[in-house]
Structures are given as structure tokens and as C-alpha cells.
């Protein structure tokens, strides 16, 4: 009959078929997990960006780098995205990091990482570190005064350098646990915003990580391989202040995620 026959039927009637090779079994690509994690930050920061207009053409937007994890990871990132936009908008990208004289601390290794990321930067130096140590009362944070000093610094850098935006490293994490604090605290429901003016400095300050998380940053950080300073100033104090309480707000929104998993996001979107 000229009915074809298929594979079994040639199997029986005894024809001979080609053997195929037995398929190569596919190399597991150590950059995928990466690179998928590289894409969801970028989305992320751009999803951010486009909610609340915090990169736009012509802007010059200082990077405030600490030579933490969370102001590495927002360089890069922006850095990403002024390649990957550039047929879109054109923004300049100026890095700066502030030594504040903290005894022990070196910032080479981050000024050679900032060289290798072939971005424009400025390191400065300035002692804050003897003003917070002189007017801190025994047992209490440093946190506080130490970062209004280092804003005022900050702001003061980035009119000398023309930018008109000043980008802070604080991602969703940090915004709800602000949230938490000043409505425990305060008895105010006051987070971080994305973007806002400060008319005192005359300066939009933006937080291009608002969506993004903390775990995803420091999985990101330690992939990348990117240089990190400890702070020793708050070292010794990170159990009690604010930064204490910070971590008892991470660990209340642990526990109420094993009620909802979607708390994180429920309560940045408050």
C-alpha cells in the first residue's frame, strides 16, 4: 500500500534507521543568574524613574557613593541606563564620595572601581567625624547628625559641579521601615519619596532604587564584586537608636509578611 509508515511500524518490518546522536546536554551559563537579576534591577529602577520623572533629558545627576552596597549598586545601574537610553535622552552622570576622616577608613579600592566603571567622579574630604564624635551624647546614634552633615556637603558639591540632581542610594526596604518608625514613633504616616525638592538647597534630590529590594541589591553587590567600606563610626552603635530600631522594623515586617507576602509591596504602596 502506499500508507508511510511511521516509526514503529519501520521498527517492526525490521528497516534500518539512522541512529541519532544523543543530544548534548546544554553548559549551565554562570552569568544567567546575573544577568537576570542585573535585567530586574534595571526594570525596576526605570519602572522608577518613569512613575516619578527622576531621569530626564539634559539633567546632570550627582551620585551620592558611599562605598556601601546599596550606593555601588545605584551607580552601575544608572550607568546601565544612560548606555541603554542614550537614543532616548542624554543625562550626565557625575560620582562623588565623601571621606569623612573616620579613623582606618581607605578609599582607594572605590576610587579604583570608579576608574574602571569609566565615570566621571570626585572624591572629597572633609572631618565630620571629629563634629559627630564631639556632639553626640554617650549611647546615643551617630546616624543622624552625621547624615546632615555629609547632605550639607553633598548639596554644597553638587551646585559647584552643575548637577541639578542629587541621587541618594535608598531603595523600598529603607522607605518602609521609615514609614514604620514615624507612625510608631511619631504618629505620622510619613515615608521616603521617590523625588522631591529641597527649596532650603535648591536641589531635586531622587532615589532611583524606591522599588527596588534589599536582598536583590546585596545578591547584586556580591556577584558584581563591588568594593565595600564598612562605616566605623556607627559600627558600635548599630544596636541602638535609630539603626536599632530600624532592625526591629525589618524583623516586625518579616513577621507580617508570614501573614501576607505581599506586605512589602502593600505598604510602599501606602
Not at 508511510?4 to 552569568?31: F, H, I, K, W
Not at 551607580?75 to 576622616?101: G, W
Not at 532604587?209 to 553587590?221: F, G, Q, V
Not at 539603626?243 to 524583623?251: F, Q, T, V
Amino acid at each position: 500500500s502506499g500508507r508511510r509508515r511511521g516509526p514503529l511500524c519501520s521498527m517492526v518490518l525490521g528497516d534500518q534507521q539512522p541512529v541519532a546522536e544523543p543530544a548534548t546536554p546544554a553548559r549551565p551559563n554562570a552569568r544567567a543568574p546575573m544577568q537576570k537579576l542585573e535585567g530586574k534591577l534595571v526594570k525596576n529602577v526605570r519602572e522608577c524613574s518613569l512613575d516619578y520623572k527622576l531621569i530626564e533629558d539634559g539633567d546632570h545627576i550627582m551620585v551620592a557613593v558611599s562605598g556601601g552596597k546599596d550606593s555601588a549598586t545605584m551607580l552601575h545601574l544608572l550607568i546601565l541606563l544612560q548606555r541603554k537610553l542614550s537614543h532616548l535622552l542624554k543625562f550626565k552622570i557625575t560620582a562623588v564620595n565623601l571621606d569623612q576622616q573616620q579613623p582606618g577608613w581607605d578609599g582607594s579600592s572605590l576610587e579604583a572601581w570608579l576608574k574602571e566603571e569609566g565615570v566621571e567622579y570626585r572624591m572629597l574630604s572633609e572631618d565630620t567625624y571629629s563634629v559627630v564624635k564631639a556632639n553626640t551624647p554617650e549611647g546615643k546614634t551617630y546616624c543622624s547628625l552625621c547624615s546632615r552633615l555629609r547632605r550639607g556637603i553633598l548639596y554644597t558639591c553638587a551646585h559647584e559641579i552643575g548637577a541639578n540632581k542629587l541621587a541618594l542610594g535608598h531603595h523600598s526596604d529603607d522607605a518602609v521601615e521609615t514609614m514604620l518608625l514615624n507612625m510608631i514613633h511619631q504618629g505620622q504616616m510619613k515615608a521616603m519619596p521617590a523625588r522631591y525638592y529641597s527649596e532650603e538647597r535648591d536641589m531635586h534630590v531622587i532615589r532611583p532604587l524606591m522599588y527596588c529590594r534589599e536582598s536583590d541589591i546585596l545578591e547584586y553587590a556580591t556577584l558584581k564584586g563591588f568594593p565595600i567600606l564598612p562605616c566605623n563610626l556607627c559600627g558600635s552603635t548599630a544596636v541602638v537608636g535609630e539603626e536599632g530600631n530600624r532592625d526591629k522594623m525589618a524583623l516586625l515586617v518579616d513577621t507580617l509578611e508570614s501573614i501576607n507576602p505581599n506586605v512589602r509591596k502593600n505598604l510602599l504602596n501606602a
